[in-house]
Nanobody
Framework: QVQLVESGGGSVQSGGSLRLSCAAS????????MSWARQAPGKGLEFVSG????????YYADSVKGRFTISRDNAKNTLYLQMNSLKPEDTALYHC??????????????WGQGTQVTVSS
């Protein structure tokens, strides 16, 4: 079955950086777009970034554009999110999500348990 396991979260000060990883299994990773979504305490799931199956097309929420970079390694079945210039408002549980198609993001059909990112001011 589909498994998505996130890692790389932690606690950092404002302005710091983290790199999240997501190890995927149970499906043909290279056939599907993938996304990152986050959930802050008391809030709903928010789209952060998405990437098409071939890695050539990416999308970002306005709140992270210019600071976060999504990438994937189809040979390693792994999705990444490089997060720079972190702000306290980036504090959330970050989930890796599988999309149901190769070229559409924001419509996840599976997601992982998440990795916590906490940014202090």
């Amino acid at each position: 079955q589909v498994q998505l396991v996130e890692s790389g979260g932690g606690s950092v000060q404002s302005g710091g950086s983290l790199r999240l990883s997501c190890a995927a299994s149970g499906f043909t990773f290279s056939n599907y777009a993938m996304s990152w979504a986050r959930q802050a305490p008391g809030k709903g799931l928010e789209f952060v970034s998405g990437i098409y199956s071939d890695g050539r097309t990416t999308y970002y929420a306005d709140s992270v554009k210019g600071r976060f970079t999504i990438s994937r390694d189809n040979a390693k079945n792994t999705l990444y999110l490089q997060m720079n210039s972190l702000k306290p408002e980036d504090t959330a549980l970050y989930h890796c999500a599988k999309e149901p198609a190769s070229d559409y993001v924001g419509n996840y059909d599976y997601w992982g348990q998440g990795t916590q990112v906490t940014v202090s001011s």
